[in-house]
C-alpha cells in the first residue's frame, strides 16, 4: 500500500503555482455547492507520523476553502466528559452538520493504532477495532458524511529528523505535533510502520478508502490533496448518492412488512397479557423494588456504570407510568428522561444516530429514553418514513451501536410495553373522559391503530434482530399495569445486580 | 422575609386530596398550552437547607406535568468543563427550549451562599454577587425566561433532625441530600440563616421574586407549590409579556437612527484611513507577532487563560484576512472559528446569548467569532430584526456578559474593521470579478451600503457604550489591508502578554 509513496515524488514550485488558482476556483465552487445544497457533510481524516506535515495540510485547507464553514475536529488530553463515555463518543458530540467540511486530527485511528502498537491489544483484538471501524465509517457514508482519509507518508528517517527539528525552537510545525508515535528506535518505527501498513489494507473500503499521500515535498503534498479534496467534494455534491443496496441473505428483515407470503407468527403472540398483580401485592412489592434500586446507584461500584434504559410499546402501553416509577426511585442528579420529539434541525443534518448520542448519559448515570433509535424500524418503516435501505441497515447499525456502550461498561435495558388491541381502545376512551388525561391522546393515536399488523411485523423483526446477549429486549406484558411496571423496574435491579457482578 | 413562614402552616390531608385533582387539571391545561405555543420557559428554583423536602418537591413537578417536557438542572462536582469556564457556564449549557419546564436544583445562588457562609466573601463581594444575579435573571426574564423561585422553610432544628434522619438508612430524601449547608453547630446555623435572608431580600425582583414556602407539612407544601407553580405557568404562557421599559437616562443609545435632531459625530471619523505598511514591512512584521502569539500561547500560564476575539466591521473589511493570520500562527486544537450565521431552531428558542455561549471556548483555548453578540445593536437594530426595547438593552447585558468573562479570567478583544465607501466598493467589484471571491459577494451587501449612516450611528453607540475598561475595543483601519492584519496581530498580542502580566 506505501510502496508506490516510497518512490520520490516532487513537484516543481512552478507547475504547482501555475495549477493552483484553477484548482482553487474548483475547490469553492464545489464547497459554495455544498454550503448552498447541504446534502452531506465532507470529514477529512489526517493522519501520518509527526513530522509529516499534518498541520501545514489542515492550514492549507483553510486557506484554500471558505474558512467559515470548516472546522477541526482535534483531541488531546481525555477530559472527565470523555473519559466516562464511549470513545467515540467525543466524536459524535462535534460532528459538523451538512454543508460543512470537519478537519480530523487525532481519528478513531489513533486509538487503536496506539493500543496495539504499545502492545496493549493483541492482533485480534486490533483487527476487531478496526472492523469496528469499517462499519461505523460504512454507517456514517450511508448517513451523509462524505470521508476523505489522509495518510501522509514521509520515509521513517525523515519524519524522525523533521521531529527533532520541530522540536528546537518555536515554530509553527512544533505547535501542530500530535504526540502519537514517539517511537524513537528505529526497530519500533519498523514494526509502528508494519502496524500502519496493515492498518490501511484493514479499513480501505469502497466507500472510505485511504489516500497514501507522498509527503516529502510540499507541493506535491499540496497538489495532491487539492486533488483528493475537490473530489470528495464532489462525491459530497452529488445528488444522488449510490445507496448500498443491503445484502440479500436469508433474515427476518427481508419479510415483506405489507404482504407477507407466509402470514408470520408475531413475537408478541407469545405473550400471556392475563398476567397480573394486585393492588396489595403492587404495593408491597414496589416498594421494594425501588428501595433495592436505590441501593445500588448509591453502591460504589454503579459509578463505574452507565445505564441507558429503552422504552418503546403500543400507543397507551404505560410506558409514562412506568417510567414515573423508576424515577421515584432515583435521585434527579444521577438520571434524566429523553422523550423522542420531531427532530430539531440541528438533528435533522447529521447522522440519524447523533440525537441519541448528544443525550447519552456519562457513568455513574441513568438515561431513560422514552421512545428510541427503534424509531426507525419502527414508526419510520411502518409509515414509510426512511427509504427501505435506511430501515434495512438500522439492525445491523443500532446492534454496532449498542455493543460499543457495552464494551464501554455501558448497560443497555430495552423493553416492550405491549397491550391488546382492546385494552388499547378502552384506554383511548379513557383518555378522552379523563381531564388531566386528554392531551396524551392525538388524532395520530387512532390513526395508527390500523397500521396494527404492519406494526406487528415491525416489532418481530426489530425483537429477532436486536435482541443480543449484550442488549437483550425484555417483552412486558402490560395490559395490567400493576404488574408491567413491578416487572420494569424487577428487570431493571437485576440487570444492574448482574452488571455489577460481572465487573 | 421569613416572619410569617416561622407561624405554623398546614393543611389536613383531607382538604389536599380534595384540591389536588382540580390543581392538577389546570396544571396540566397551563403546561399543555406551554408546550403548543412554545411562548417561554419556566425555570423553577428549588432552593431550601437539606432536609427541607427538595427532593420530594422536584418529584411533585414531575408527578403533576407531563414529566416528557420536564428537565432537571441539578450540579454536583464541578468537572472539567465546568472548571475551565465561568460558573455561569453549565446553566446556559443545560437552558431548556421554550415550552419545557426546568427544576434546577443547586442554582446560581447556591455559589454565592456557599462561599460567603463559608467566609471566602466579604459582605460587599457577595452584595456584588447578588447584584449580578438580578442582572442575570432580568436578562433571563427579558429573554423568554420565566424564573418561578422557591425557598423551602423549615425551622433549623427541624432540618438538622431530618438530615439526621436521612443519613441513616436508604431512603428517597437521602439520595435527593444536596450538601450546602453542612452548618452543624447552632450558632453557626443563626448566621447561615440571616445571610440567607438578606440573600432573599437582595434578589427579590418584580420579575423574579422569592417564594418562601413553609415547609414543614407536605401537604401545605404541596399545595402551595401547586399553586405557585400554576401561576408562573399562567405567566409564561401570557402573549403579550409586557416588556420592562428601559430607562430613558441620558445615553447614547437614547439617540435615534433614523433621524437625530443633532447630527452626530461617527466614533470612525476620527480614523486615519490612510493609514498603510508597505509589503517589505508587512513581510517582517507579520511573521514576527504571529512567532510571538505563539510562545504566549505555548507557555503555561496561558493555560489559565481563555481568549475570545470578536471581529466586528464593515462588510469586505477582510474579517476573513485577519482571521486566516491569526490561524496561520495558531495550533488548531486550541482555537475555533465560530461564524456566526442564522440561528437554528434550538437557538432561537433559547436566550440570544446561548448560542454564543454554547461555543465559548474553555481557558487555555482561543475562541474566534466572526461576527458576535453585537449582531443585536448592529445588523438586528438597524434591519429592525429586533424591538427596539431588545437592542437598548442588549448594551448592558453585553457588558454584564463580557464582565463575567473578564471575571473568569477570559480576555476579550474586540476589533472593528473599518474601511471607507469608495473602498468598499472597489473590493465589491473585484470580488465580482475574481471567480473564487464571488461567492463572498451577495446581493445583500449591496443592499446594506444604503444604510451606511444608519449603521454609522449604531456603530457609534456600540463603541461608546461597551467599550470598557475590561474589554475595550479596538478599531481597525483597514483601507490597507497588510496594515489591518498587524494591527488585528500585535494587539492580539500585547493584549495577552498584559493579561499575563496582570495575573
Redesign the interface.
Known amino acids: 500500500m506505501f510502496d508506490s509513496a516510497l518512490l520520490e515524488h516532487k513537484l516543481d514550485k512552478k507547475t504547482f503555482k501555475e495549477m493552483e ?1 484553477k484548482l ?2 474548483d ?3 464545489q464547497q ?1 455547492e455544498l454550503v448552498q445544497q447541504k446534502r452531506r457533510t465532507v470529514l477529512v481524516l489526517v493522519n501520518g507520523p509527526d513530522g509529516s506535515g499534518k ?1 501545514a495540510v ?2 492549507l485547507i ?2 484554500w476553502l ?4 470548516v ?2 475536529l ?3 488530553r481525555v ?3 470523555e473519559r466516562r463515555r464511549p470513545p467515540l463518543w467525543k466524536y459524535w458530540r462535534d460532528m459538523p452538520a451538512h454543508g460543512e467540511v470537519g ?1 480530523v ?1 487525532g481519528s478513531w485511528y489513533h486509538m487503536a493504532l496506539l493500543a496495539h502498537a504499545g502492545g496493549l491489544i493483541d492482533t485480534f483484538a486490533f483487527e476487531h477495532a478496526l472492523n469496528q471501524i469499517n462499519r461505523f465509517e460504512a454507517m456514517l457514508h450511508s448517513e451523509g458524511v462524505e470521508l476523505l482519509k489522509l495518510w501522509l507518508y514521509v520515509p521513517p528517517e525523515e519524519a524522525a529528523r523533521r521531529r527533532e527539528k520541530a522540536r528546537k525552537g ?3 510545525d512544533q ?2 505535533i500530535i504526540e502519537w508515535d514517539a517511537v524513537s528506535k528505529p526497530k519500533q518505527r519498523q514494526k509502528f510502520q508494519e502496524i500502519a501498513q496493515n492498518l490501511a489494507y484493514l479499513t480501505s473500503t469502497a466507500n472510505a478508502p485511504w489516500n497514501v499521500v507522498p509527503a516529502s515535498d510540499p507541493d506535491y503534498r499540496a497538489a495532491a490533496i487539492g486533488g483528493l479534496l475537490l473530489d470528495a467534494l464532489k462525491r459530497a455534491n452529488r445528488p444522488d448518492p449510490t445507496v448500498p443496496v443491503p445484502s440479500e441473505a436469508p433474515s427476518a428483515a427481508t419479510i415483506s412488512t405489507t404482504a407477507p407470503a407466509v402470514p408470520r407468527v408475531s413475537i408478541l403472540s407469545s405473550l400471556d397479557l392475563t398476567k397480573a398483580l394486585d393492588k396489595h401485592d403492587y404495593d408491597e412489592e414496589l416498594p421494594k423494588a425501588q ?1 433495592r434500586l ?2 445500588l ?2 453502591s460504589k461500584a454503579f459509578q463505574n456504570l452507565g445505564v441507558v434504559c429503552v422504552f418503546e410499546g403500543n400507543d397507551a402501553a404505560g410506558k ?1 407510568g412506568a ?2 416509577r423508576l ?8 438520571f ?2 429523553h ?1 423522542v420529539a420531531a427532530p ?3 438533528e435533522r443534518v447529521r447522522p440519524y444516530l447523533w440525537r441519541f448520542w448528544r443525550n447519552l448519559p456519562a457513568r455513574g448515570h441513568i438515561g431513560i429514553f ?1 421512545r428510541s433509535w427503534y424509531g426507525r424500524v419502527l414508526v419510520e418503516r411502518v409509515e414509510g418514513f426512511c427509504t427501505e435501505a435506511d430501515w434495512r441497515r438500522a439492525y445491523d447499525e443500532i446492534n454496532d451501536f449498542e455493543s460499543e456502550l457495552h464494551q464501554s461498561d455501558f448497560l443497555v435495558v430495552k423493553f416492550w410495553l405491549a397491550i391488546s388491541q382492546d385494552e388499547q381502545k378502552r384506554r383511548f376512551e379513557e383518555r378522552e373522559q379523563t ?2 388525561k386528554r ?2 391522546l392525538t388524532p395520530e393515536d387512532w390513526r395508527n391503530r390500523d397500521k396494527w399488523p404492519a406494526y406487528e411485523v415491525a416489532i418481530t423483526d426489530m425483537v429477532d434482530r436486536t435482541s443480543t446477549t449484550y442488549a437483550p429486549w425484555t417483552l412486558v406484558e402490560a395490559e395490567n399495569k400493576h404488574y408491567a411496571r413491578v416487572k420494569v423496574l424487577k428487570t431493571v435491579v437485576s440487570r444492574i445486580e448482574q452488571a455489577l457482578e460481572d465487573r
Open positions: 488558482p482553487r476556483d475547490l469553492l465552487d459554495f498541520g489542515t492550514n483553510y486557506r471558505d474558512a467559515r464553514h472546522k477541526t482535534a483531541y488531546e477530559n472527565d466528559e478537519v486530527l518555536i515554530d509553527i505547535s501542530l428501595h436505590r441501593e446507584v448509591h409514562g417510567i414515573m424515577r421515584q426511585a432515583l435521585d434527579p442528579r444521577r434524566a428522561v422523550p430539531s434541525d440541528e422514552d381531564t388531566f392531551f396524551k
